[in-house]
Protein backbone atom coordinates (compact mmCIF):
# COMPACT_ATOMS: atom_id res chain seq x y z
CA UNK A 1 0.00 0.00 0.00
CA UNK A 2 1.58 3.41 -1.17
CA UNK A 3 1.11 6.15 1.50
CA UNK A 4 1.63 9.87 -0.40
CA UNK A 5 1.20 13.20 0.91
CA UNK A 6 1.51 15.44 -2.22
CA UNK A 7 -1.44 16.44 -4.31
CA UNK A 8 0.71 15.98 -7.72
CA UNK A 9 2.15 12.53 -6.84
CA UNK A 10 -1.52 11.58 -6.04
CA UNK A 11 -3.13 12.81 -9.10
CA UNK A 12 0.01 11.09 -11.01
CA UNK A 13 -0.81 7.76 -9.53
CA UNK A 14 -4.46 7.65 -10.51
CA UNK A 15 -4.06 9.30 -13.70
CA UNK A 16 -1.67 6.65 -14.67
CA UNK A 17 -4.06 3.94 -13.70
CA UNK A 18 -6.32 5.61 -15.43
CA UNK A 19 -4.50 5.89 -18.67
CA UNK A 20 -3.95 2.11 -18.80
CA UNK A 21 -7.92 1.55 -18.54
CA UNK A 22 -8.30 0.67 -14.89
CA UNK A 23 -10.83 1.45 -12.76
CA UNK A 24 -10.52 3.08 -9.96
CA UNK A 25 -12.66 3.46 -6.15
CA UNK A 26 -11.94 6.46 -3.96
CA UNK A 27 -12.76 6.41 -0.21
CA UNK A 28 -12.82 9.74 1.21
CA UNK A 29 -13.02 9.52 4.84
CA UNK A 30 -11.76 11.84 8.34
CA UNK A 31 -9.73 9.15 8.99
CA UNK A 32 -10.73 7.25 12.83
CA UNK A 33 -11.71 4.39 10.83
CA UNK A 34 -14.61 2.22 11.91
CA UNK A 35 -16.46 -0.70 10.45
CA UNK A 36 -18.49 1.25 8.39
CA UNK A 37 -14.96 2.98 6.95
CA UNK A 38 -14.12 -0.30 6.08
CA UNK A 39 -17.12 -1.74 3.97
CA UNK A 40 -16.67 0.91 1.84
CA UNK A 41 -12.72 0.35 1.29
CA UNK A 42 -13.89 -3.76 1.02
CA UNK A 43 -16.29 -2.49 -1.81
CA UNK A 44 -14.07 -0.44 -3.46
CA UNK A 45 -11.27 -2.93 -3.51
CA UNK A 46 -13.69 -5.57 -4.94
CA UNK A 47 -15.68 -3.61 -7.44
CA UNK A 48 -12.45 -1.82 -9.08
CA UNK A 49 -8.97 -2.64 -10.24
CA UNK A 50 -7.58 0.14 -8.11
CA UNK A 51 -8.36 1.35 -4.83
CA UNK A 52 -7.53 5.01 -2.74
CA UNK A 53 -8.64 6.10 0.55
CA UNK A 54 -8.03 9.25 1.76
CA UNK A 55 -7.65 10.63 5.37
CA UNK A 56 -7.89 14.36 5.75
CA UNK A 57 -9.77 16.24 8.67
CA UNK A 58 -11.12 18.63 6.42
CA UNK A 59 -11.23 22.11 8.61
CA UNK A 60 -13.20 23.55 6.24
CA UNK A 61 -16.42 21.53 7.22
CA UNK A 62 -16.14 22.32 10.90
CA UNK A 63 -18.20 25.43 12.64
CA UNK A 64 -16.13 27.32 14.81
CA UNK A 65 -17.94 26.08 17.83
CA UNK A 66 -17.69 22.27 16.59
CA UNK A 67 -15.12 19.30 18.01
CA UNK A 68 -12.15 19.76 14.47
CA UNK A 69 -9.50 20.16 17.51
CA UNK A 70 -10.63 16.52 19.15
CA UNK A 71 -11.46 14.75 16.26
CA UNK A 72 -10.42 11.23 16.80
CA UNK A 73 -7.00 10.67 14.87
CA UNK A 74 -5.94 7.16 14.69
CA UNK A 75 -3.54 7.10 12.14
CA UNK A 76 -1.54 3.75 12.80
CA UNK A 77 -5.15 1.81 13.43
CA UNK A 78 -6.90 3.33 9.77
CA UNK A 79 -3.58 2.29 7.91
CA UNK A 80 -3.52 -1.19 9.36
CA UNK A 81 -7.40 -1.52 8.37
CA UNK A 82 -6.86 0.17 4.77
CA UNK A 83 -4.08 -2.57 4.24
CA UNK A 84 -6.17 -5.58 5.85
CA UNK A 85 -9.04 -4.19 3.15
CA UNK A 86 -6.33 -4.45 0.13
CA UNK A 87 -6.42 -0.71 -0.79
CA UNK A 88 -3.70 0.43 -3.34
CA UNK A 89 -2.92 4.11 -2.24
CA UNK A 90 -3.58 6.50 0.57
CA UNK A 91 -3.49 9.99 0.38
CA UNK A 92 -2.86 11.66 3.54
CA UNK A 93 -2.14 15.57 2.65
CA UNK A 94 -1.19 18.43 4.96
CA UNK A 95 -3.88 20.99 5.51
CA UNK A 96 -1.65 23.39 3.57
CA UNK A 97 -1.41 21.15 0.60
CA UNK A 98 -5.12 21.71 0.31
CA UNK A 99 -5.59 24.70 1.77
CA UNK A 100 -2.49 26.81 1.35
CA UNK A 101 -2.25 31.01 2.01
CA UNK A 102 -4.85 32.57 -0.46
CA UNK A 103 -7.45 29.71 -0.60
CA UNK A 104 -10.58 31.38 -1.33
CA UNK A 105 -12.71 29.16 -4.07
CA UNK A 106 -15.67 27.35 -2.74
CA UNK A 107 -18.50 25.17 -4.01
CA UNK A 108 -21.69 27.18 -3.15
CA UNK A 109 -24.03 23.56 -2.48
CA UNK A 110 -27.06 22.64 -3.74
CA UNK A 111 -30.38 23.60 -2.20
CA UNK A 112 -30.68 19.81 -0.88
CA UNK A 113 -28.14 20.93 1.44
CA UNK A 114 -29.95 24.02 2.98
CA UNK A 115 -32.66 22.13 5.29
CA UNK A 116 -31.94 19.93 8.23
CA UNK A 117 -27.90 19.51 8.61
CA UNK A 118 -27.83 23.46 6.68
CA UNK A 119 -30.09 24.70 9.73
CA UNK A 120 -27.86 23.72 12.57
CA UNK A 121 -24.34 23.31 10.52
CA UNK A 122 -24.68 26.40 8.17
CA UNK A 123 -20.82 26.46 6.94
CA UNK A 124 -20.59 22.03 6.55
CA UNK A 125 -21.81 21.79 3.14
CA UNK A 126 -20.18 24.36 1.53
CA UNK A 127 -17.02 22.56 3.41
CA UNK A 128 -17.93 19.47 2.55
CA UNK A 129 -18.74 19.88 -1.30
CA UNK A 130 -15.38 22.01 -1.70
CA UNK A 131 -13.34 18.84 0.06
CA UNK A 132 -15.13 16.41 -2.54
CA UNK A 133 -14.87 18.23 -5.56
CA UNK A 134 -11.45 19.07 -4.45
CA UNK A 135 -9.98 15.36 -4.27
CA UNK A 136 -12.47 14.40 -6.97
CA UNK A 137 -9.39 16.64 -9.27
CA UNK A 138 -6.73 15.37 -7.56
CA UNK A 139 -7.95 11.61 -7.90
CA UNK A 140 -10.06 11.04 -10.57
CA UNK A 141 -11.48 8.22 -9.79
CA UNK A 142 -14.28 6.03 -11.67
CA UNK A 143 -16.51 5.67 -8.81
CA UNK A 144 -16.81 7.30 -5.46
CA UNK A 145 -17.76 5.38 -2.52
CA UNK A 146 -19.68 7.10 0.85
CA UNK A 147 -21.74 5.81 3.51
CA UNK A 148 -25.56 6.48 3.59
CA UNK A 149 -25.44 7.06 7.45
CA UNK A 150 -24.47 10.34 6.27
CA UNK A 151 -27.85 10.57 3.93
CA UNK A 152 -27.78 14.36 3.52
CA UNK A 153 -24.37 14.50 2.57
CA UNK A 154 -24.71 11.66 -0.12
CA UNK A 155 -27.69 13.54 -1.24
CA UNK A 156 -25.77 16.67 -1.37
CA UNK A 157 -22.70 14.97 -3.51
CA UNK A 158 -24.80 13.63 -5.80
CA UNK A 159 -26.49 16.63 -6.99
CA UNK A 160 -23.01 18.41 -6.82
CA UNK A 161 -21.88 15.65 -9.19
CA UNK A 162 -24.76 16.29 -11.24
CA UNK A 163 -25.16 20.06 -11.35
CA UNK A 164 -21.01 20.36 -12.24
CA UNK A 165 -21.08 17.29 -14.46
CA UNK A 166 -18.50 15.84 -12.73
CA UNK A 167 -17.42 12.07 -14.69
CA UNK A 168 -17.42 9.89 -11.14
CA UNK A 169 -20.10 7.65 -10.47
CA UNK A 170 -21.31 8.11 -6.45
CA UNK A 171 -22.14 4.89 -4.26
CA UNK A 172 -23.59 4.81 -1.45
CA UNK A 173 -23.25 2.28 0.86
CA UNK A 174 -24.87 0.87 3.99
CA UNK A 175 -24.88 2.13 7.23
CA UNK A 176 -22.96 -0.59 9.68
CA UNK A 177 -24.38 -0.83 12.38
CA UNK A 178 -23.29 -1.85 16.57
CA UNK A 179 -25.19 -5.07 17.72
CA UNK A 180 -27.70 -2.98 19.46
CA UNK A 181 -28.44 -0.79 16.87
CA UNK A 182 -26.36 2.34 17.20
CA UNK A 183 -25.14 2.96 13.64
CA UNK A 184 -21.24 3.42 13.60
CA UNK A 185 -19.31 6.89 13.56
CA UNK A 186 -16.19 8.29 14.79
CA UNK A 187 -17.72 10.96 17.45
CA UNK A 188 -19.27 7.20 19.41
CA UNK A 189 -15.81 6.99 20.93
CA UNK A 190 -17.09 10.28 22.75
CA UNK A 191 -19.81 8.22 24.37
CA UNK A 192 -19.40 7.18 28.12
CA UNK A 193 -20.68 3.58 28.88
CA UNK A 194 -24.06 5.26 29.98
CA UNK A 195 -24.34 7.83 26.78
CA UNK A 196 -23.80 4.47 25.20
CA UNK A 197 -27.17 3.40 26.02
CA UNK A 198 -28.90 6.77 25.33
CA UNK A 199 -27.66 6.70 21.90
CA UNK A 200 -28.98 3.66 20.71
CA UNK A 201 -32.61 5.26 21.31
CA UNK A 202 -31.92 6.95 17.94
CA UNK A 203 -31.62 3.73 15.91
CA UNK A 204 -34.88 2.25 18.13
CA UNK A 205 -36.60 5.39 17.46
CA UNK A 206 -36.10 4.74 13.51
CA UNK A 207 -36.57 1.23 13.49
CA UNK A 208 -39.80 1.85 15.24
CA UNK A 209 -41.00 4.51 12.72
CA UNK A 210 -40.42 1.98 9.90
CA UNK A 211 -42.22 -0.95 11.68
CA UNK A 212 -45.68 1.78 12.10
CA UNK A 213 -44.84 2.65 8.52
CA UNK A 214 -45.04 -0.78 7.53
CA UNK A 215 -48.35 -1.14 9.65
CA UNK A 216 -50.14 1.19 7.69
CA UNK A 217 -49.37 4.76 9.37
CA UNK A 218 -48.70 7.07 6.49
CA UNK A 219 -49.08 10.87 8.39
CA UNK A 220 -46.12 12.18 9.11
CA UNK A 221 -46.70 13.99 11.79
CA UNK A 222 -47.69 11.79 14.60
CA UNK A 223 -44.47 9.21 12.89
CA UNK A 224 -41.93 12.41 13.58
CA UNK A 225 -43.72 12.62 17.36
CA UNK A 226 -43.30 8.84 18.11
CA UNK A 227 -39.37 9.49 17.22
CA UNK A 228 -39.30 12.80 19.49
CA UNK A 229 -41.05 10.38 22.28
CA UNK A 230 -38.62 7.65 21.96
CA UNK A 231 -35.74 10.13 22.32
CA UNK A 232 -37.01 11.99 25.06
CA UNK A 233 -38.03 9.31 26.96
CA UNK A 234 -34.03 7.73 26.29
CA UNK A 235 -33.33 11.37 28.40
CA UNK A 236 -31.85 13.09 25.56
CA UNK A 237 -32.88 16.55 26.07
CA UNK A 238 -31.48 18.25 22.64
CA UNK A 239 -32.99 17.11 19.54
CA UNK A 240 -31.43 19.27 16.55
CA UNK A 241 -34.49 17.35 14.41
CA UNK A 242 -36.25 14.29 13.90
CA UNK A 243 -38.27 14.06 10.94
CA UNK A 244 -39.65 12.45 7.49
CA UNK A 245 -38.74 14.10 4.38
CA UNK A 246 -39.05 13.63 0.73
CA UNK A 247 -35.56 11.36 -0.56
CA UNK A 248 -35.05 13.30 -3.45
CA UNK A 249 -35.14 16.80 -2.68
CA UNK A 250 -35.29 16.38 1.49
CA UNK A 251 -38.34 18.92 1.38
CA UNK A 252 -41.10 18.21 4.00
CA UNK A 253 -44.15 16.29 3.14
CA UNK A 254 -47.21 15.51 4.79
CA UNK A 255 -47.71 12.16 3.90
CA UNK A 256 -45.71 9.27 2.75
CA UNK A 257 -47.01 9.29 -1.21
CA UNK A 258 -43.18 8.93 -2.16
CA UNK A 259 -40.00 7.52 -1.54
CA UNK A 260 -38.88 9.00 2.13
CA UNK A 261 -36.19 9.78 4.57
CA UNK A 262 -36.26 9.56 8.65
CA UNK A 263 -33.54 11.47 9.83
CA UNK A 264 -32.40 12.27 13.35
CA UNK A 265 -29.89 14.81 14.56
CA UNK A 266 -29.39 14.46 18.64
CA UNK A 267 -27.06 15.39 21.34
CA UNK A 268 -26.00 12.99 23.98
CA UNK A 269 -23.75 14.71 26.34
CA UNK A 270 -21.36 16.48 24.15
CA UNK A 271 -21.77 14.62 21.15
CA UNK A 272 -24.04 15.06 18.55
CA UNK A 273 -25.24 12.00 16.47
CA UNK A 274 -27.10 11.80 13.46
CA UNK A 275 -28.91 8.45 12.14
CA UNK A 276 -31.53 7.80 9.58
CA UNK A 277 -33.86 5.19 7.89
CA UNK A 278 -35.09 4.65 4.44
CA UNK A 279 -39.10 4.59 4.54
CA UNK B 1 -15.20 18.91 -37.34
CA UNK B 2 -17.85 17.40 -35.56
CA UNK B 3 -20.60 19.47 -34.21
CA UNK B 4 -22.17 17.82 -30.73
CA UNK B 5 -24.91 18.94 -28.81
CA UNK B 6 -24.98 16.45 -25.69
CA UNK B 7 -22.94 16.61 -22.62
CA UNK B 8 -22.36 13.11 -22.88
CA UNK B 9 -21.50 12.73 -26.18
CA UNK B 10 -18.86 15.25 -25.79
CA UNK B 11 -17.33 13.69 -22.64
CA UNK B 12 -16.91 10.21 -24.70
CA UNK B 13 -15.27 12.02 -27.40
CA UNK B 14 -12.52 14.15 -25.13
CA UNK B 15 -12.22 11.07 -22.78
CA UNK B 16 -11.52 8.64 -25.65
CA UNK B 17 -8.70 11.17 -27.39
CA UNK B 18 -7.28 11.15 -23.88
CA UNK B 19 -7.49 7.77 -23.23
CA UNK B 20 -5.07 7.29 -26.37
CA UNK B 21 -2.48 9.81 -25.14
CA UNK B 22 -3.41 12.89 -27.68
CA UNK B 23 -3.45 16.15 -26.02
CA UNK B 24 -6.81 18.28 -26.17
CA UNK B 25 -7.04 22.20 -26.04
CA UNK B 26 -9.97 23.51 -25.14
CA UNK B 27 -11.46 27.13 -26.46
CA UNK B 28 -14.66 28.00 -24.37
CA UNK B 29 -16.48 30.61 -26.21
CA UNK B 30 -19.78 32.29 -26.19
CA UNK B 31 -19.79 32.55 -30.05
CA UNK B 32 -20.04 35.64 -31.98
CA UNK B 33 -16.44 35.02 -32.56
CA UNK B 34 -14.29 37.43 -33.75
CA UNK B 35 -10.55 37.11 -34.67
CA UNK B 36 -9.64 37.13 -30.72
CA UNK B 37 -11.58 33.93 -30.52
CA UNK B 38 -9.74 32.44 -33.79
CA UNK B 39 -6.61 32.97 -32.41
CA UNK B 40 -7.24 31.47 -28.89
CA UNK B 41 -8.63 28.48 -31.66
CA UNK B 42 -5.07 28.64 -33.66
CA UNK B 43 -3.33 28.43 -31.13
CA UNK B 44 -5.15 25.42 -29.76
CA UNK B 45 -5.04 23.28 -33.12
CA UNK B 46 -0.98 24.01 -33.16
CA UNK B 47 0.24 23.42 -29.55
CA UNK B 48 -2.49 20.27 -28.74
CA UNK B 49 -3.10 16.67 -30.87
CA UNK B 50 -6.78 17.75 -30.99
CA UNK B 51 -8.74 20.81 -30.44
CA UNK B 52 -11.82 21.52 -29.19
CA UNK B 53 -14.08 24.71 -28.78
CA UNK B 54 -17.01 25.42 -27.13
CA UNK B 55 -20.26 27.94 -28.23
CA UNK B 56 -22.69 28.96 -25.33
CA UNK B 57 -24.08 31.86 -24.27
CA UNK B 58 -24.30 31.40 -20.45
CA UNK B 59 -27.23 32.69 -18.83
CA UNK B 60 -25.47 32.73 -15.52
CA UNK B 61 -23.22 35.00 -16.23
CA UNK B 62 -25.49 37.64 -17.40
CA UNK B 63 -27.02 40.26 -14.71
CA UNK B 64 -30.66 40.73 -14.71
CA UNK B 65 -30.36 43.98 -17.07
CA UNK B 66 -27.78 43.33 -19.26
CA UNK B 67 -27.19 42.11 -22.28
CA UNK B 68 -28.16 38.44 -22.78
CA UNK B 69 -30.85 38.11 -24.98
CA UNK B 70 -29.52 40.58 -27.60
CA UNK B 71 -26.22 39.31 -27.01
CA UNK B 72 -24.88 38.84 -30.79
CA UNK B 73 -25.67 35.44 -32.37
CA UNK B 74 -23.43 34.39 -34.84
CA UNK B 75 -23.58 30.53 -35.30
CA UNK B 76 -23.00 30.07 -39.26
CA UNK B 77 -20.09 32.09 -39.04
CA UNK B 78 -18.65 30.76 -35.60
CA UNK B 79 -18.93 27.33 -37.26
CA UNK B 80 -17.04 28.81 -40.30
CA UNK B 81 -14.22 30.13 -38.35
CA UNK B 82 -13.60 27.12 -36.56
CA UNK B 83 -13.07 24.84 -39.23
CA UNK B 84 -10.85 27.05 -41.04
CA UNK B 85 -8.71 26.90 -38.04
CA UNK B 86 -8.89 23.14 -38.07
CA UNK B 87 -11.14 22.81 -34.83
CA UNK B 88 -11.74 18.38 -34.13
CA UNK B 89 -14.58 19.33 -32.23
CA UNK B 90 -17.31 22.13 -31.53
CA UNK B 91 -19.63 21.46 -28.32
CA UNK B 92 -22.98 23.41 -28.65
CA UNK B 93 -25.44 22.77 -25.85
CA UNK B 94 -28.90 23.63 -24.95
CA UNK B 95 -28.98 25.75 -22.25
CA UNK B 96 -31.75 22.49 -20.54
CA UNK B 97 -28.20 20.82 -21.57
CA UNK B 98 -26.29 22.58 -18.88
CA UNK B 99 -29.12 24.20 -16.62
CA UNK B 100 -31.55 21.57 -16.20
CA UNK B 101 -34.66 21.54 -13.80
CA UNK B 102 -33.53 21.99 -10.20
CA UNK B 103 -29.90 23.37 -10.81
CA UNK B 104 -28.46 24.55 -7.73
CA UNK B 105 -24.64 23.81 -7.22
CA UNK B 106 -22.36 27.35 -8.24
CA UNK B 107 -18.68 27.72 -7.65
CA UNK B 108 -18.13 30.70 -5.48
CA UNK B 109 -15.25 32.32 -7.03
CA UNK B 110 -11.70 33.32 -5.46
CA UNK B 111 -11.12 36.75 -3.88
CA UNK B 112 -9.94 38.24 -6.69
CA UNK B 113 -13.42 38.27 -8.45
CA UNK B 114 -14.50 40.93 -6.13
CA UNK B 115 -13.25 44.03 -6.89
CA UNK B 116 -13.87 46.11 -10.48
CA UNK B 117 -15.98 43.55 -12.20
CA UNK B 118 -17.29 41.89 -9.12
CA UNK B 119 -18.48 45.69 -8.02
CA UNK B 120 -20.48 46.34 -10.99
CA UNK B 121 -22.25 43.06 -12.16
CA UNK B 122 -21.74 41.21 -8.85
CA UNK B 123 -23.34 37.74 -9.94
CA UNK B 124 -20.72 37.81 -12.89
CA UNK B 125 -17.98 35.84 -12.12
CA UNK B 126 -20.00 33.15 -10.03
CA UNK B 127 -21.63 32.63 -13.70
CA UNK B 128 -18.63 32.44 -15.32
CA UNK B 129 -16.73 29.96 -12.74
CA UNK B 130 -19.45 27.48 -12.69
CA UNK B 131 -19.67 27.37 -16.26
CA UNK B 132 -16.18 27.13 -16.80
CA UNK B 133 -15.40 24.17 -14.34
CA UNK B 134 -18.52 22.44 -15.99
CA UNK B 135 -17.22 22.53 -19.39
CA UNK B 136 -13.91 21.49 -17.78
CA UNK B 137 -15.45 18.63 -16.23
CA UNK B 138 -17.22 17.88 -19.72
CA UNK B 139 -14.55 18.23 -21.50
CA UNK B 140 -11.33 16.77 -19.73
CA UNK B 141 -8.98 18.56 -21.72
CA UNK B 142 -5.38 19.08 -21.31
CA UNK B 143 -5.00 22.97 -21.55
CA UNK B 144 -7.33 25.81 -21.71
CA UNK B 145 -7.02 29.22 -24.19
CA UNK B 146 -8.23 32.43 -22.55
CA UNK B 147 -8.30 35.88 -24.13
CA UNK B 148 -6.29 38.39 -21.84
CA UNK B 149 -8.87 41.35 -22.82
CA UNK B 150 -10.95 39.62 -20.24
CA UNK B 151 -7.99 40.49 -17.92
CA UNK B 152 -9.90 39.59 -14.36
CA UNK B 153 -11.88 36.64 -15.74
CA UNK B 154 -8.59 35.04 -16.57
CA UNK B 155 -7.48 35.98 -12.98
CA UNK B 156 -10.19 34.25 -11.49
CA UNK B 157 -10.55 31.25 -13.98
CA UNK B 158 -6.39 30.85 -13.05
CA UNK B 159 -6.99 31.00 -8.84
CA UNK B 160 -10.07 28.75 -9.01
CA UNK B 161 -8.15 26.20 -10.93
CA UNK B 162 -5.40 26.21 -8.50
CA UNK B 163 -7.71 26.10 -5.33
CA UNK B 164 -9.99 23.64 -6.75
CA UNK B 165 -6.70 21.67 -7.86
CA UNK B 166 -8.09 21.27 -11.42
CA UNK B 167 -5.98 19.15 -13.81
CA UNK B 168 -5.93 21.61 -16.77
CA UNK B 169 -3.89 24.15 -17.56
CA UNK B 170 -4.36 27.47 -18.29
CA UNK B 171 -3.11 29.78 -20.72
CA UNK B 172 -3.71 33.54 -21.59
CA UNK B 173 -3.51 34.79 -24.88
CA UNK B 174 -2.59 38.01 -26.20
CA UNK B 175 -5.07 40.67 -26.90
CA UNK B 176 -6.27 40.81 -30.48
CA UNK B 177 -6.98 44.69 -31.26
CA UNK B 178 -8.29 46.81 -34.83
CA UNK B 179 -5.61 48.59 -36.63
CA UNK B 180 -6.52 51.57 -34.52
CA UNK B 181 -5.98 49.86 -31.31
CA UNK B 182 -9.73 49.17 -30.25
CA UNK B 183 -9.64 46.16 -28.26
CA UNK B 184 -11.88 42.94 -30.26
CA UNK B 185 -15.32 42.40 -28.43
CA UNK B 186 -18.52 40.82 -29.78
CA UNK B 187 -20.07 43.82 -28.22
CA UNK B 188 -18.14 45.82 -30.88
CA UNK B 189 -20.93 45.02 -33.33
CA UNK B 190 -23.40 47.05 -30.49
CA UNK B 191 -21.06 50.24 -31.63
CA UNK B 192 -22.55 53.32 -34.47
CA UNK B 193 -19.24 54.47 -36.28
CA UNK B 194 -19.37 57.45 -34.11
CA UNK B 195 -19.12 55.47 -31.06
CA UNK B 196 -17.06 53.29 -32.49
CA UNK B 197 -14.46 56.72 -32.54
CA UNK B 198 -15.32 57.03 -28.65
CA UNK B 199 -14.44 53.49 -27.66
CA UNK B 200 -10.89 53.80 -29.68
CA UNK B 201 -9.83 56.10 -26.48
CA UNK B 202 -9.82 53.43 -24.06
CA UNK B 203 -6.72 51.50 -25.49
CA UNK B 204 -5.82 55.06 -26.20
CA UNK B 205 -5.57 55.62 -22.34
CA UNK B 206 -4.06 52.77 -21.92
CA UNK B 207 -1.57 53.26 -24.14
CA UNK B 208 -0.74 56.28 -22.72
CA UNK B 209 -0.43 55.04 -19.21
CA UNK B 210 1.62 52.88 -20.11
CA UNK B 211 4.41 55.27 -22.04
CA UNK B 212 4.28 57.41 -18.83
CA UNK B 213 4.98 54.51 -16.98
CA UNK B 214 8.38 53.69 -19.88
CA UNK B 215 8.81 57.20 -18.49
CA UNK B 216 9.39 56.76 -15.54
CA UNK B 217 6.15 57.59 -13.46
CA UNK B 218 5.73 55.16 -10.96
CA UNK B 219 2.73 56.88 -8.83
CA UNK B 220 -0.88 55.36 -9.20
CA UNK B 221 -2.73 58.27 -8.91
CA UNK B 222 -1.78 60.63 -11.60
CA UNK B 223 -1.88 57.87 -13.78
CA UNK B 224 -5.20 57.07 -13.12
CA UNK B 225 -6.29 60.46 -13.07
CA UNK B 226 -4.59 60.72 -16.89
CA UNK B 227 -6.94 57.73 -17.67
CA UNK B 228 -10.33 58.93 -16.46
CA UNK B 229 -8.85 62.51 -18.37
CA UNK B 230 -8.37 60.88 -21.97
CA UNK B 231 -12.12 59.16 -21.35
CA UNK B 232 -14.04 62.13 -20.52
CA UNK B 233 -12.38 64.07 -23.13
CA UNK B 234 -13.44 61.31 -26.03
CA UNK B 235 -16.67 61.74 -24.56
CA UNK B 236 -17.02 59.25 -22.53
CA UNK B 237 -19.38 59.95 -19.08
CA UNK B 238 -19.69 56.61 -17.72
CA UNK B 239 -16.48 54.94 -16.36
CA UNK B 240 -17.40 52.12 -14.21
CA UNK B 241 -13.32 52.02 -13.31
CA UNK B 242 -9.91 53.08 -14.66
CA UNK B 243 -7.79 51.77 -12.19
CA UNK B 244 -3.92 50.38 -11.45
CA UNK B 245 -3.67 47.13 -9.52
CA UNK B 246 -1.51 44.37 -8.49
CA UNK B 247 -0.97 42.10 -11.39
CA UNK B 248 -1.68 39.17 -9.02
CA UNK B 249 -3.64 40.00 -6.49
CA UNK B 250 -5.71 42.35 -8.09
CA UNK B 251 -5.56 45.13 -5.28
CA UNK B 252 -4.94 48.59 -5.25
CA UNK B 253 -1.75 49.36 -4.87
CA UNK B 254 -0.10 53.09 -4.56
CA UNK B 255 3.24 52.90 -6.07
CA UNK B 256 4.21 50.91 -9.60
CA UNK B 257 6.44 48.73 -7.03
CA UNK B 258 5.68 45.24 -8.83
CA UNK B 259 4.00 43.77 -11.56
CA UNK B 260 0.82 45.48 -12.00
CA UNK B 261 -1.96 45.97 -14.82
CA UNK B 262 -4.29 49.15 -15.89
CA UNK B 263 -7.93 48.11 -16.58
CA UNK B 264 -11.13 50.42 -17.85
CA UNK B 265 -14.33 49.28 -17.91
CA UNK B 266 -16.92 52.32 -19.85
CA UNK B 267 -20.33 52.82 -21.32
CA UNK B 268 -20.04 54.35 -24.77
CA UNK B 269 -24.19 54.66 -25.54
CA UNK B 270 -25.44 51.56 -24.31
CA UNK B 271 -22.62 49.44 -24.71
CA UNK B 272 -20.21 48.60 -21.80
CA UNK B 273 -16.68 47.94 -23.33
CA UNK B 274 -13.58 46.53 -21.01
CA UNK B 275 -9.61 46.63 -21.93
CA UNK B 276 -6.61 46.40 -20.17
CA UNK B 277 -2.90 46.73 -20.84
CA UNK B 278 0.15 44.77 -18.39
CA UNK B 279 2.70 47.38 -16.54
Known amino acids: MKIVESRSEAYAQVAQWRQTGASVGLVPTMGALHAGHLTLAERSTKECDKSVATIFVNPAQFGPREDFSRYPRTLDDDLQGLRDKQTDLV ?14 TYVEPPSVALPLEGVFRPTHFRGVTTIVLKLFNILPATVAYF ?133
Chains 1, 2 share one sequence.
Not at 154 to 171: G, K, Q
Open 91 to 104: FIPQPEELYPAGFS
Open 147 to 279: GQKDFQQLTVIRHMVDDLNIPIRVEGCQTVREPDGLALSSRNRYLSLEQRQTAQSLSRALTAVAKQVGEGILAVEPLEQSMHHILREAGIERIDYACIVDRTTLESLPQLDRPAVALIAAHVGDTRLIDNVLL
